[in-house]
Nanobody
Framework: VQLQASGGGLVQAGGSLRLSCVAS????????FGWYRQAPGNRRELVAA???????NYIDAVKGRFYVSRDNAKDTVYLQMNNLKPEDTAVYLC????????????WGQGTLVTVSS
């Protein structure tokens, strides 16, 4: 499975962005998706998760502001980010969970989101 994230950019605090993650390859193996972020000097953290059944989970810092969704016809997962804050600045990456509940895609470069105050 290969994943390509896009949609990042520079936005002012309070603004919105929608990130896309396009999957290719053996997409039938995918059980779920995760959106991660890594800010300079910080560890990569899981921000939002989407299960095959449509269930979602978010870290507290983004609850009520970020929403993850999936378009199966396009093999694409989205992360809608609203009311962005400077602390949301990071490289955002996506990955997929496979049958063994492990991540099955190589980490890509992600897409940079910069939120100015």
């Amino acid at each position: 499975v290969q994943l390509q994230a896009s949609g990042g950019g520079l936005v002012q605090a309070g603004g919105s962005l929608r990130l896309s993650c396009v999957a290719s390859g053996s997409t039938d193996m995918i059980k779920g998706f995760g959106w991660y972020r890594q800010a300079p000097g910080n560890r990569r953290e899981l921000v939002a998760a989407l299960g095959r059944d449509g269930s979602t989970n978010y870290i507290d810092a983004v609850k009520g502001r970020f929403y993850v969704s999936r378009d199966n016809a396009k093999d694409t997962v989205y992360l809608q980010m609203n009311n962005l804050k400077p602390e949301d600045t990071a490289v955002y990456l996506c990955n997929a969970v496979g049958p063994a509940d492990t991540l099955i895609a190589a980490w890509g470069q992600g897409t940079l989101v910069t939120v100015s105050s």
